[in-house]
């Protein structure tokens, strides 16, 4: 009787995921490098990269965490719970650790005139949900509370509503706090419905599709002005580009829209390389380790800003950013190697930290129902 093969697994994910990083890593190479200053102009070959950039890309793995979460909702409570405050730990780690680095090398000046200072440093914003240390532990923040948002609403409510319901309740956003990333809650749980109910039905995605998508990605993300609900007006900074962490979506239709043509352009140029072994391969690596790659960047765009922000650059080509793009993504693929027991013990500092949680929540409510039955 012939053997049955286990079922091949869908690189697709994982490379557009890889893909993902590796513009967020480029995307914070180019963020420092374009602003007029010091006497120079603006570098506008370089902005308008920004700007299509950051029109789509932290959407993307919204999308991306929803494909590949389509089991969420048939998970017990603690499991789900498990997996979500893990995001959260997580930060709290990294947090840490990055207020720890800053005073050592003299960048956090406040948190080292007294002990208390310090105490407030780490714990302020781990009461708070923001304002960490290091910029991009957002993500992870509004993942946490996304996929628990997702987890509720996506077993209980057909996920096309989701996306919906929560794509219009983004209005609000500019009215609320931002504690615990609350203005990316809604944005990115209607992405993560979105790539959760992309993947129930099964899409076969063309290749071919990935360059309309992504000249319409082109096209689109200059027409943003910033303005929540006003496409002719001018708001905030020039060129005006899409900031999660701060709530600032700019022009909201037009919005989810380039966000959703931008993560289309990846995902079905990911369908066409999972066809290939070779690019298939690296870019699923790269998919598959994105998680320790962006705690990475994330030292590198928190302390190397003010580095790359004094740098005077000369004109630039083409191939001067193809080379700046290698070789900033290879030296974030070799720091990956080289700190990789460093990031293994965090992530299993995060884990233990997020089970004593879930412990100590479960315990606490079967507690509560025991005593009321």
Same mark, same amino acid.
């Given at each position: ?13 994982? %490379? ?7 513009l *967020? ?9 374009y602003?007029?200053? #010091? ?8 902005? +308008? ?19 590949? #979460? $389509?089991? !969420?909702?048939?998970?017990?409570w ?26 050592i ?11 208390w ?6 714990g302020?914003? %781990? ?5 960490w ?6 993500f ?5 509370? $996304? ?5 509720? /609403?996506?077993?209980? =409510?057909? +996920?096309?509503? $989701? ?8 209005? %609000? ?25 992309? /993947? ?7 290749v071919?599709?990935a ?14 002005h &910033? ?60 998919g ?7 705690? =990475? ?6 302390? !190397?800003?003010?580095v ?14 193809? &080379? ?8 974030h693929?070799?720091?990956l190697?080289?700190?990789?027991? $460093? ?10 930290i997020?089970d004593f949680? *879930? ?5 606490? /409510?079967?507690? +509560?129902?025991?005593?009321a039955?």
């Amino acid at each position: 009787m012939p053997q049955v093969q286990p079922k091949k697994r869908d690189a697709t994910w994982d %490379i557009a995921r890889g893909i993902g990083m590796m513009l *967020v890593i480029y995307g914070h190479f180019l963020e420092p490098m374009y602003p007029a200053k #010091n006497g120079s102009p603006m570098i506008e070959s370089a902005a +308008a990269q920004w700007q299509v950039i950051y029109s789509f890309h932290m959407m993307l793995f919204f999308l991306v965490s929803g494909a590949v #979460n $389509v089991n !969420l909702p048939k998970k017990a409570w603690p499991e789900a719970l498990r997996g979500s405050l893990r995001l959260l730990a997580l930060a709290w780690v990294v947090h840490i650790i990055g207020v720890i680095f800053a005073m050592i090398i003299g960048a956090a000046p406040d948190a080292t005139r007294s002990v208390w200072d310090a105490v407030y440093a780490i714990g302020d914003p %781990i009461v708070e949900g923001y304002l960490w240390s290091i910029g991009v532990l957002w993500f992870l923040t509004s993942l946490c509370f $996304v996929q628990l948002l997702a987890y509720v /609403t996506l077993g209980r =409510i057909p +996920a096309l509503a $989701v996306v919906l319901v929560a794509m219009v309740a983004t209005a %609000i956003t500019p009215y609320l706090p931002n504690q615990y990333l609350l203005q990316t809650w809604f944005p990115g749980l209607s992405f993560f419905a979105l790539g959760f109910l992309f /993947t129930q039905w099964q899409i076969r995605w063309p290749v071919w599709a990935a360059i309309p998508f992504l000249a319409a990605a082109i096209l689109l993300a200059p027409l943003n002005h &910033g303005c929540s609900f006003s496409f002719s007006d001018t708001c905030g900074s020039i060129p005006f580009g899409v900031r999660m962490f701060a709530g600032s979506y700019g022009y909201l239709p037009l919005f989810f829209l380039s966000s959703l043509v931008g993560s289309l352009a990846v995902v079905c140029l990911s369908a066409g390389l999972a066809r290939f072994a070779g690019p298939s391969a690296f870019l699923s690596y790269v998919g598959r380790n994105s998680l320790q790659l962006f705690i =990475i960047n994330g030292f590198v765009a928190t302390f !190397l800003f003010g580095v790359l922000w004094q740098v005077k650059w000369p004109h630039l080509t083409a191939f001067h950013y193809i &080379g700046f793009a290698i070789g900033i993504i290879a030296a974030h693929l070799l720091v990956l190697r080289v700190l990789r027991p $460093v990031l293994g013990w965090i992530d299993s500092a995060a884990l233990a930290i997020s089970d004593f949680i *879930v412990r100590l929540i479960t315990s606490v /409510t079967g507690s +509560a129902e025991a005593k009321a039955a």
